[in-house]
């Protein structure tokens, strides 16, 4: 059984920072992070290979986004740059045993286990 651990989100300002964590008990293939706004679908966010480093973004987030592991926590990270207030959902991050980032990115439903979420609030 793999645990994940979040941390990191919070009410920011719009044009605002976060940085959300990831800590996971043990390495996955691939880690993604998702987000949930109330009443939408569940969305991909961005994605990475824990051994080649190879990120994945949404066009929503490239360019503000960026996605990072640190191989001796055992943590991945989410720098969130120019928050805007539609970046506003509960963050999850998700692990997959066997499937590449890219496939984790474009169907969630690969994953193998899920964190218990952070809100990430933007205000305008």
């Known amino acids: 059984q793999v645990q994940l651990v979040e941390s990191g989100g919070g009410l920011v300002q719009a044009g605002g920072s976060l940085r959300l964590s990831c800590a996971a008990s043990?390495?996955?293939?691939?880690m993604g992070w998702f987000r949930q706004a109330p009443g939408k679908e569940r969305e991909s966010v961005a994605a990475?290979?824990?051994?080649?480093?190879?990120?994945y973004y949404s066009d929503s987030v490239k360019g503000r986004f960026t996605i990072s592991r640190d191989n001796a926590k055992n943590t991945v990270y989410l720098q969130m740059n120019s928050l805007k207030p539609e970046d506003t959902a509960v963050y999850y991050c998700?692990?997959?045993?066997?499937?590449?980032?890219?496939?984790?990115?474009?169907?969630?439903?690969?994953?193998?286990?899920w964190g218990q979420g952070t809100q990430v609030t933007v205000s305008s």
């Open positions: 998700a692990g997959a045993l066997s499937v590449q980032a890219i496939l984790l990115m474009s169907n969630p439903r690969r994953a193998d286990y």
């Open positions: 043990r390495r996955s293939y691939a």
């Open positions: 990475i290979n824990w051994s080649s480093g190879s990120t």
